[in-house]
């Protein structure tokens, strides 16, 4: 058995199991490949190297399934099924010893990344603070009356900081008796229950001034007369009751003093009778009237046990009421000073450290101190034992200058010489995490570390110049990270059904989409750059990266990389996107022409580019571009031009931009805005809050550009087939052939740049923005027409706005898997989400427990049966409130957000998308659209989201219905039908004659009304007179007209 895996599985073997017994076997909570323990690996190892079964085959999922289960004994046949699926990553129905060892051990890899990630803190960029001392920092500390922190050099120049490390004011720290070129501040404490700083000079002398005085640095009283130059100082005051403080003195003379106030809040020492009453002029203070006990308001506590040597640092710690103090000695060098009650006498402790060292922190929770030693080791004491350290802490290379615990992690920091910074896990004495190679370079400095815990920033200082570590904001134990460092792109593979996420921190990592599990990982592709784009080959066999050093590298899937194209010409440009063509690459990002490379000349492994024959056609460097077979190809720059080429004649034919009318700013304009279309690319170093403040609204540059393959013949027929989108948040589209505008829109209000992508069939469009919010827009039936000339400004329907992320979208892809379509999204907070197209997150790759997406039940209709569905089915689907089905132990851990309903325009789109698919609703827009009404829904009442629709509806139980009376003719059927129908025979029945039906003789006034009668009557009457009159006029004799 490989001894990594050995050690991986005895370490997990300590973690306890909460099991069920079911039916005779044991299930656990937990998955069966971490149920299993080192001597369950060696029966399976022992089965595998069977003689009976051939090493090169393995075994079958069958085989597996039955030897495993009967054998170890650990587990279900169909728990190690799906474990058989989890290894067998490419379907080929076999697997050896060797991919189960890779597989747990990357499944223990796995969980102790999560966990370090959990404990590990993570660090913002380490950041410089502007110098304003030309000496040595000497202190730099927190203080809350002035919500700010304070920073004094060894020339005595003391700095006043805001809370967000912005300069406020400077303060020259003098003395009357002494000049300052030959003064010299030793060190700086702070009394904050008097509102007072203390200050050690060389002269052996300390100074207590006012520190929020208006009149500058005035003091207030003059400690003199000290045997030694006081080099280290610390102040502890009780807070339940301010007029008991301590301030305890280093010197160089080995000495540690205390001075005990008693009276702190009235007075620190005791005003002599014939002072002056006037509070500016200092007071002084002999030492030796200190040490008599001359002053009742104070009293003095010492020892000499450091033997002349340089005191270090020194403290109180009230817990265990001991003064602590280090010097560089081998002997004597950690010595606690008990006190004890009602006595000034002192009882000591001392511990003896070869070569000594140079500072300590005690931890009052852990009741431990550590020590920074001289001989590259960090000490763990336990103050009541003296025999042995209680730990001991290796890995530095040279001598340790300051440590610091974190109290609440139980961390510990340590800082060296060699320049680098450890944290270290107390409980199991390990380095967690190694910070190098970032800090200010120079042989012989003077260092300083201090860590204001409550905000979570590490201040280390190098001679004169402060450097600054912030901790990145905890937001939870929900949040799952995919990567270590911010996600710049995210890639769907269709051959082999994988996921390939890119970082900051030049990491590529491969995913599977079925699952979620991490395959594979490769670290450091470009070096120290960071990755900032990707790209697949047509066979999706070959893998391109771009940096931020100026260079693509074409990698397999095995990690090794075949060709390195020079792009930037040996300098450290940033590649924005790099596309990958039948016959050539090409690479843009930085410049504002394209860089060019065919393939006919990868035939080394070091690249150079060739010339494009089109020459610089933009004004501004060229962020983005899309290519529609079999030629076309388009470019987009930070400046809204959109140039068209041929590809193969690589000349411009045309070039499309807005109107300048409206929203293209002048030449000028875009020179001083290149800059912010310019950041609009470094997506991943950006948030919502930073274009919030930086302008960027207004700049046209173009981040993204899409044809709509699916719509072949549109721009013939006057629609739009090229999408684009910007830094001011819209989305327009083209129709490239009439090189016209048809319809653009704001997707993100005031979000500054915004990302989006398009899936195959032309159907969807996912917008993201600097906020980690997405939106899912359906663009089915968007801008199929030239509309006569004008640029339409409505929304296309809004299927879904939900978010993701907790900071900005960096990249998005679709895929189509199951017949389902499903968004890839990845952000700067270090998250890779897998949602489906109604917008509901599936999962976060990284996370713990693995997805099924087998299993999965969509929450919306497949687009492709749309048009195939029925109305019925259709309400049913959308107005459905379902999730994706997700093992239980596997739920995702994103929390589905509604937008909240306000007035705006999204509402309106919701509004419409729930009445166009009700049945009802699609009615009577049939039946009216010829009228050519404009019907306009209220869009400041609440609207009801389409995904919530039916959750609305109140749904009661159906009251008991009351017995009702049966009707009369159903009790009593002789009273209206005579003879029951069954007393006859069919042969009996004669049908009567038309006589015997008829109750009376016919008369046709009973068919007709009177008024009619009437009418027709007088008709009659009228003709026969006319026809009297005509016969009499021919001679003939009137005769009478013959009735009916």
């Not at 104070?298 to 009421?321: F, G, I, M, P």
């Not at 009700?918 to 869009?939: F, P, Q, V």
């Amino acid at each position: 058995m490989p001894l990594a895996l050995r050690k991986a599985v005895v370490a997990t073997e300590d973690q306890s199991l909460n099991t069920i017994e079911d039916a005779g076997s044991v299930r656990s909570a937990e998955q069966l490949e971490n149920r299993l323990t080192i001597h369950d690996f060696k029966k399976m190892q022992e089965l595998f190297l069977s003689p009976d079964l051939h090493e090169n085959t393995g075994m079958t999922r069958e085989e597996f399934m039955e030897k495993m289960s009967s054998v170890v004994r650990q587990g279900t046949k169909e728990e190690y099924g799906d474990l058989f699926d989890k290894i067998d990553l490419a379907r080929s129905g076999l697997i050896t010893w060797d991919k189960l060892t890779s597989f747990v051990l990357l499944e223990l890899y796995e969980r102790d990344e999560r966990t370090k990630l959990s404990v590990i803190p993570q660090w913002k960029d380490l950041r410089l603070i502007p110098p304003i001392h030309k000496d040595t920092v000497e202190n730099i500390m927190f203080l809350k009356s002035l919500n700010g922190y304070l920073t004094v050099s060894r020339s005595g120049l003391l700095g006043i900081w805001a809370e967000n490390f912005t300069l406020q004011r400077t303060l020259q720290i003098t003395t009357e008796a002494v000049k300052p070129k030959d003064l010299w501040v030793t060190s700086l404490v702070t009394l904050p229950n008097v509102n007072k700083v203390a200050v050690a000079f060389t002269s052996k002398e300390v100074y207590f001034a006012e520190l929020n005085s208006k009149q500058g640095f005035s003091y207030q009283y003059r400690l003199q007369g000290l045997e030694g130059t006081v080099i280290c100082m610390n102040y502890w005051y009780n807070p339940h009751d301010g007029n008991e403080a301590i301030l305890t003195l280093g010197d160089v003379c080995g000495q540690v003093q205390a001075i005990v106030f008693n009276t702190a809040l009235i007075s620190l020492f005791e005003r002599p009778s014939n002072s002056h009453e006037d509070e500016n002029v200092t007071m002084t203070i002999n030492w030796k009237e200190l040490v008599s006990g001359d002053h009742r308001s104070c009293y003095v506590l010492r020892h000499r046990l450091h033997d002349k040597e340089w005191v270090r640092q020194v403290a109180y710690s009230s817990s265990l009421d001991v003064f602590i103090s280090v010097t560089t000695s081998s002997t004597n060098t950690l010595v606690l000073a008990w006190r004890e009650k009602l006595s000034s006498h002192l009882t000591m402790t001392t511990f003896h450290v070869t070569q000594g060292v140079n500072a300590f922190d005690f931890h009052p929770r852990l009741n431990l101190i550590a020590t920074a030693g001289v001989n590259c080791r960090v000490y763990l004491w336990n103050p009541y034992v003296t025999s042995k350290s209680a730990g001991v802490l290796e890995g530095h290379s040279d001598s340790v200058i300051a440590v610091q615990f974190i109290t609440e992690c139980k961390l510990l920091f340590s800082f060296a010489k060699d320049k680098v910074l450890r944290i270290w896990d107390i409980q199991h004495q390990l380095c967690i995490q190694r910070i190098a190679g970032s800090f200010p370079k120079s042989l012989d400095f003077y260092s300083l570390l201090y860590f204001d815990e409550s905000r979570g920033r590490l201040f280390i200082s190098f001679n004169n110049q402060l450097t600054l570590l912030e901790m990145e904001p905890d937001t939870g134990k929900s949040r799952v990270a995919s990567h270590r460092r911010a996600v710049t792109c995210v890639l769907y593979n269709s051959v082999f059904k994988q996921v390939i996420t890119s970082d900051t921190g030049s990491t590529v990592i491969f995913w599977l989409i079925d699952t979620g599990q991490k395959i594979k990982e490769f670290t450091r592709c470009h070096g120290n750059a960071g990755i900032t784009t990707m790209a697949l080959d047509a066979s999706e066999t070959r893998l391109f990266t771009g940096g931020t050093d100026g260079t693509v590298k074409i990698w397999d899937f095995n990690g090794h990389c075949h060709h390195q194209l020079n792009a930037g010409r040996d300098r450290a440009v940033e590649i924005l996107q790099v596309l990958v063509l039948s016959r050539t690459i090409l690479v843009l990002g930085w410049d504002r022409m394209i860089t060019v490379f065919h393939l006919s000349s990868l035939t080394q492994s070091l690249v150079q580019p060739s010339d494009w024959k089109g020459g610089v056609q933009h004004q501004d460097d060229i962020l983005c571009a899309a290519f529609l077979p079999p030629q076309t190809l388009v470019t987009g720059s930070s400046g809204g031009e959109i140039v068209v080429w041929n590809n193969s004649t690589e000349n411009a034919y045309i070039k499309l931009n807005l109107n300048p009318r409206k929203t293209v700013p002048s030449s000028s304009d875009l020179q001083k805005g290149s800059s912010t279309g310019r950041l609009s690319s470094r997506r991943y170093t950006l948030s919502g809050t930073h274009y919030s403040t930086s302008g960027a609204e207004n700049c046209s540059a173009v981040t993204k550009l899409f044809f709509l393959e699916a719509r072949e013949n549109t721009s013939v027929t006057g629609g739009a087939n090229l999408v684009s989108c910007g830094a001011a948040g819209y989305v327009r589209f083209w129709n490239i052939r009439r090189s016209q505008l048809l319809g653009e829109f704001e997707a993100h209000g005031g979000m500054g740049s915004i990302i989006m992508t398009i899936d195959k069939a032309s159907q969807y469009l996912i917008t993201g923005d600097l906020a980690g919010w997405v939106k899912i827009w359906n663009i089915e039936e968007y801008c199929l027409s030239s509309g006569d000339n004008m640029v339409t400004t409505q929304l296309p329907p809004l299927v879904r706005s939900f978010q993701p992320h907790e900071d900005g979208v960096t990249s998005l892809e679709t895929c189509r898997q199951n017949s389902f379509l499903f968004i890839l999204s990845s952000s700067t907070d270090c998250s890779v989400v897998l949602s489906d197209i109604a917008g509901v997150p599936f999962g976060t790759f990284g996370q713990e427990g693995h997805w099924r997406i087998g299993n999965y039940a969509p929450s919306f209709p497949r687009g492709e049966n749309k048009d195939q569905t029925e109305e019925g089915n259709d309400i049913k689907e959308n107005g459905s409130d379902s999730v994706p089905f997700v093992e239980e132990e596997t739920l995702p851990n994103l929390v589905e957000q509604n937008v909240p309903v306000a007035e705006d325009k999204e509402d309106l789109a919701y509004t419409m998308n729930v009445w166009d698919n009700t049945i009802l609703g699609k009615k009577y827009k049939e039946k009216h659209n010829w009228k050519g009404r404009k019907y306009t829904l209220c869009s400041k009442t609440p609207v009801i989201k389409p995904a919530v629709v039916y959750r609305s509806l109140n749904i009661e139980a159906l009251k008991e219905t009351t017995e009702m009376k049966k009707l009369d003719f159903l009790l009593h059927p002789d009273k209206y039908f005579g003879e029951k129908s069954g007393e006859k025979c069919w042969e009996d029945l004669k049908q009567p004659t038309l006589s015997a039906t008829l109750k009376a003789p016919f008369n046709e006034k009973n068919l007709f009304p009177k008024e009619i009668l009437d009418r027709e009557k007088k008709s009659r009457q009228l003709w026969e007179e006319m026809s009297n009159e005509a016969r009499i006029k021919n001679g003939k004799k009137p005769g009478k007209l013959k009735g009916k």
